[in-house]
Nanobody, 119 residues
C-alpha cells in the first residue's frame, strides 16, 4: 500500500498564499500520478491539479493561473503552491496517488486531508 502524508494547510486571507505538500511512501507502478483534490462542505470532491511521472501537469479551470503543482520525483513529493487565494478555495484538500495507465490516472490511495480556510 501507499501512504500519503500531507502538510501545509491552514488559514489565509483573501489574496494570500499557502503551500501544500504531499509525500508518498512509494509507488506501486513506474507510471504514476499525484494530485490534489478539494472538497468543500456539501460539495463533491474535485480534482484541482495533477502531476505525473513525466512532469506533466493539469489544472482545474478554477486553479489555472493561481495554483502551481510541482513535484520532486526522487522524494515522492508533490507541492501545491496556492496564490491569490479566494474565499471559495476554502475546502479540505486531499492528496491522491494513482497508477498512470494510457494517460489516465486511476486514483487508489488518499491522504487524510488538510484544511484550507480563506477569509
Amino acid at each position: 500500500d501507499v501512504q500519503l502524508v500531507e502538510s501545509g494547510g491552514g488559514s489565509a486571507q483573501t489574496g494570500g498564499s499557502l503551500r501544500l505538500s504531499c509525500t508518498a511512501s512509494g509507488h506501486e507502478y513506474s507510471g504514476w500520478c499525484m494530485a490534489w483534490f478539494a472538497q468543500a462542505p456539501g460539495k463533491e470532491r474535485e480534482e484541482v491539479a495533477r502531476y505525473d511521472t513525466d512532469g506533466q501537469t493539469t489544472y482545474a479551470p478554477s486553479a489555472k493561473g493561481r495554483f502551481t503543482i510541482s513535484g520532486d520525483n526522487a522524494k515522492n513529493t508533490v507541492y501545491l503552491q496556492m496564490n491569490s487565494l479566494k474565499v471559495e478555495d476554502t475546502a479540505m484538500y486531499y492528496c491522491a496517488e494513482a497508477r498512470k495507465l494510457f494517460n489516465r490516472c486511476l486514483y487508489k490511495y488518499w491522504g487524510q486531508g488538510t484544511q484550507v480556510t480563506v477569509s
